[in-house]
């Protein structure tokens, strides 16, 4: 089955321009069985996708509803939870990546790298935390992400058959032009996050395709020192003031557990 994994969603996602009621008709156009949602911190695409699945004409898609998480200290993390599991801890940015593995894997999900040797600022790969320890606890790893360079994705490759990890493949879309730019093929049926879920962990064979994106003044000015430094800046700051939030969050959440 084909899906793109990695899709932000004009409902999720305030630089998104695309509805999922536009992933849906044009994916479905292209042949795919589905994508994944990967909003930061939101379920707001999710929600939106749920109200629309009720149509008898979206009968036969499927669409995973997943989040990208921003950690403090690993940049961004693709998590995807069993179905019906909505952890608000989930939409506060900033946990550690160490304690945002033990809260995704004691709820039955599983969690990757996304785009781990892409920019500095939000890629795993260039924080001095992961000194690939943590990747022993990833389920996954973005082995094709389309707005990174050929040489980013190639890295990302090695590093997940380096430690036996599936290799998923997303457009990190937030513009329709990109849309069917990246594949993850799965020999598995999958027609909703459970699904997923057992075909990482049963070792369901995967694989990825795509055309990395041109380059453009945006994406050149993404790569700039000053905006990667602005970048860090803006998240923890963010992360931050939401500190008091999450602890709330996560104390509920272990009660709860």
Same mark, same amino acid.
């Given at each position: 089955?084909?899906?793109?994994?990695?899709?932000?969603?004009?409902?999720?996602?305030?630089?998104? /321009?695309?509805?999922?009621?536009?992933? +849906?008709?044009?994916?479905? $156009?292209?042949?795919?069985?589905?994508?994944?949602? &990967?909003?930061?911190?939101?379920?707001?695409?999710?929600?939106?996708?749920?109200?629309?699945?009720?149509?008898?004409?979206?009968?036969?898609?499927?669409?995973?509803?997943? !989040?990208?998480?921003?950690?403090?200290?690993?940049?961004?993390?693709? +998590? @995807?939870?069993?179905?019906?599991?909505?952890?608000?801890?989930?939409?506060?940015?900033?946990?550690?990546?160490?304690?945002?593995?033990?809260?995704?894997?004691?709820?039955?999900?599983?969690?990757?790298?996304?785009?781990?040797?892409?920019?500095?600022?939000? &890629?795993?790969?260039?924080?001095?935390?992961?000194?690939?320890?943590? @990747?022993?606890?990833?389920?996954? +790893?973005?082995?094709?992400?389309?707005?990174?360079?050929?040489?980013?994705?190639?890295?990302?490759?090695?590093? $997940?058959?380096?430690?036996?990890?599936?290799?998923?493949?997303?457009?990190?879309?937030?513009?329709?032009?990109? !849309?069917?730019?990246?594949?993850?093929?799965?020999?598995?049926?999958?027609?909703?996050?459970?699904?997923?879920?057992?075909? +990482?962990?049963?070792? $369901?064979?995967?694989?990825? &395709?795509?055309?990395?994106?041109?380059?453009?003044?945006?994406?050149?000015?993404?790569?700039?020192?000053?905006?990667? @430094?602005?970048? /860090?800046?803006?998240?923890?700051?963010?992360?931050?003031?939401?500190?008091?939030? *999450?602890? @709330?969050?996560?104390? *509920?959440?272990? /009660?709860?557990?």
């Amino acid at each position: 089955m084909k899906f793109d994994l990695h899709c932000h969603t004009k409902e999720g996602s305030f630089d998104s /321009k695309v509805p999922v009621s536009e992933y +849906v008709s044009k994916y479905r $156009a292209l042949g795919y069985d589905g994508f994944m949602i &990967s909003d930061h911190n939101s379920y707001r695409g999710c929600r939106k996708w749920h109200q629309l699945q009720k149509l008898p004409e979206y009968a036969d898609f499927t669409v995973i509803c997943g !989040i990208e998480y921003d950690t403090k200290d690993a940049g961004h993390v693709l +998590v @995807i939870m069993p179905d019906g599991v909505y952890l608000p801890l989930l939409k506060i940015r900033g946990m550690r990546c160490a304690k945002l593995v033990n809260v995704v894997h004691a709820q039955g999900g599983i969690l990757g790298l996304a785009h781990p040797f892409g920019i500095p600022s939000s &890629s795993a790969m260039s924080f001095k935390l992961m000194n690939y320890d943590l @990747i022993h606890n990833m389920d996954f +790893v973005e082995v094709f992400n389309t707005c990174e360079k050929e040489d980013s994705n190639r890295l990302a490759g090695e590093l $997940a058959t380096k430690y036996n990890k599936p290799g998923f493949a997303g457009t990190d879309a937030h513009s329709a032009k990109y !849309i069917g730019m990246a594949a993850t093929e799965i020999d598995y049926e999958i027609h909703c996050n459970n699904d997923l879920i057992a075909a +990482v962990l049963e070792g $369901a064979g995967f694989s990825t &395709s795509g055309t990395e994106r041109e380059e453009t003044r945006k994406s050149r000015a993404k790569d700039h020192w000053t905006s990667q @430094i602005g970048y /860090k800046i803006y998240n923890r700051g963010l992360a931050k003031t939401k500190m008091p939030r *999450r602890k @709330i969050s996560h104390r *509920r959440l272990m /009660k709860r557990h």
